[in-house]
């Protein structure tokens, strides 16, 4: 629908690009807008998990038992940038992963104190997944 009213709007200067229309009642965004979730893996999920003390991981979220959480394929999300905050970092990934340092993957990590978790759309999981392994 939208590639239609471009062309229709092609023919004719307009000073601004349409973002959302409404029919009927209801409001239609470009398919490039919509934030989709990541798939599941096994039925796993993937996430972002904030601890207490033991910082920030993405992974398979394998169980969750109270505070308690189970990874699997997890990476320590040691430092980013390119993202404001683990929200932006879950729903965007990173824009500068040159500069993120993520060490190895590991394949299980019991987490304990989980503060959040946060689900990650497959832009973020496929931009997560792009930064390379940091080690010293």
Not at 8 to 37: A, C, F, Q, W
Request: net charge positive; hydrophobic share 40%; charged share 30%.
């Amino acid at each position: 629908m939208f590639d239609k009213l471009k062309k229709l709007i092609g023919r004719h200067k307009m000073e601004t690009e349409v973002k959302e229309m409404s029919i009927n009642g209801v409001v239609y965004v470009p398919k490039s807008d919509v934030l989709e979730k990541s798939e599941t893996v096994d039925g796993m999920k993937y996430v972002i998990v904030r601890t207490y003390s033991a910082g920030v991981f993405a992974g398979y979220l394998e169980s969750r038992n109270g505070r308690e959480v189970v990874m699997k394929k997890a990476r320590r999300i040691w430092y980013w940038d390119g993202a404001a905050s683990l929200s932006q970092l879950a729903t965007e990934g990173t824009s500068k992963p040159e500069n993120c340092k993520f060490p190895c993957e590991v394949s299980r990590i019991e987490l304990f104190e989980v503060v959040e978790i946060l689900d990650v759309t497959k832009k973020s999981e496929k931009s997560l997944k792009a930064v390379s392994v940091w080690k010293k």
